[in-house]
Nanobody, 119 residues
Framework: QVQLVESGGDLVQPGGSLRLSCVAS????????MGWYRRLPGKERELIAR???????YYTNAVKGRFFISRDADKNSVYLQMNSLKTEDTGAYYC?????????????WGQGTQVTVSS
């Protein structure tokens, strides 16, 4: 069964931290580069961080130096440590493969997890 289950989103004050988690199906996790995406209000979903099977990472400029992606092969999980959060980080966060999984000719996404940064 294909699954992507994100968790860890919350309401946090500016400057705070959160750790997002994503559990993926084993077959998905083990054979793919994994990424964290986010959809900010009024904007398209975008890739913000990725990690290869060999744990090579990449970050978009908006999060570089503040967010850190990691993966745990034993748990089929990928994480996003988010530090120094800003109000502009508020949005829905998703994990997925890179490129995004396609099932029945459509992109497959989990339910995502909501991050709200507000004082």
């Amino acid at each position: 069964q294909v699954q992507l289950v994100e968790s860890g989103g919350d309401l946090v004050q500016p400057g705070g931290s959160l750790r997002l988690s994503c559990v993926a199906s084993e077959d998905i996790f083990r054979s793919n580069t994994m990424g964290w995406y986010r959809r900010l209000p009024g904007k398209e979903r975008e890739l913000i961080a990725r990690i290869t099977k060999g744990s090579i990472t990449y970050y978009t400029n908006a999060v570089k130096g503040r967010f850190f992606i990691s993966r745990d092969a034993d748990k089929n999980s990928v994480y996003l440590q988010m530090n120094s959060l800003k109000t502009e980080d508020t949005g829905a966060y998703y994990c997925n493969t890179i490129p995004v999984m396609i099932m029945s000719s459509r992109e497959f996404w989990g339910q995502g997890t909501q991050v709200t940064v507000s004082s």
